[in-house]
């Protein structure tokens, strides 16, 4: 009965961490026991059960697999980033160039449009820039106190809004705009004070909420540095 006792007592400490400590302070014992270890099954969902060493076999090709696949996105999304950079280099590029501002809105739009969208448009706000009469700029104009709503329902607590706008959102922030289907929308400034910029589409699926907005971010900061080339800040 001791002998017994003895043996429930060994048993009942052989949990999983007390063998896997016995393990890796004993890395010999697969060597010394490689008959044992050969005999060894373990569970399987489709096979019943196969041997430890299909198993581990498995568990690499698995982790090959998963490794395969992290370099393969890690490659896509530094080809996506190079793409993206050249082709914001472009644009500030030839914004720079322009020698007005309604040159420069142009070019813009032009960017757009060979992005396949329909436009592209500025609006300032303006608390924050002299835009009133006798300016020529009084169109790009747009009240922070009357965006407000609009802010709050699409763009809450971001600074970019992927998506449809209804009838009259659509003619509040663009007025001279027609068949829209999605925009994108994001605040100008480095605390997004500065005004709206906006991107749109006829089709009312190209931009979808959870869209990247690495390039919407890097316009938005831009542009307020541009524009200041022709209208003063207040």
């Keep these: 009965m001791k002998h017994l006792g003895e043996q429930l007592e060994t048993a009942a400490r052989l949990d999983d961490s007390t063998v896997a400590q016995f393990l890796l302070e004993n890395p010999d014992f697969f060597i010394r026991n490689a008959c044992q270890v050969e005999q060894m099954r373990v569970p399987h969902v489709n096979r019943g059960s196969v041997s430890l060493l299909e198993w581990q076999l498995a568990r690499q090709r698995n982790h090959i697999r998963l490794l395969e696949e992290e370099i393969t996105l890690l490659m896509e999304q530094a080809t996506a980033n190079e793409r993206l950079f050249n082709r914001l280099l472009h644009l500030q590029s030839d914004l720079a160039a322009a020698d007005s501002l309604l040159d420069m809105l142009n070019r813009l739009q032009r960017w757009a449009r060979g992005l396949g969208l329909s436009g592209a448009h500025v609006r300032l706000f303006t608390d924050k820039w002299y835009i009133g009469a006798p300016s020529d700029f009084t169109h790009l104009g747009i009240s922070r106190t009357a965006f407000e709503p609009l802010r709050i329902q699409r763009l809450g607590q971001g600074n970019h809004y992927l998506g449809g706008l209804n009838g009259p ?66």
């Design 169 to 234: 959102e659509l003619l509040q922030l663009l007025p001279q705009a027609r068949q829209v289907g999605s925009v994108a929308i994001s605040l100008m400034g480095e605390k997004g004070d500065l005004g709206v910029l906006t991107f749109t589409s006829r089709d009312s699926q190209h931009y979808q909420p959870g869209m990247g907005t690495v390039l919407l971010q890097q316009l938005a900061i831009l542009l307020p540095g541009l524009i200041d080339r022709w209208v003063g800040r207040s």
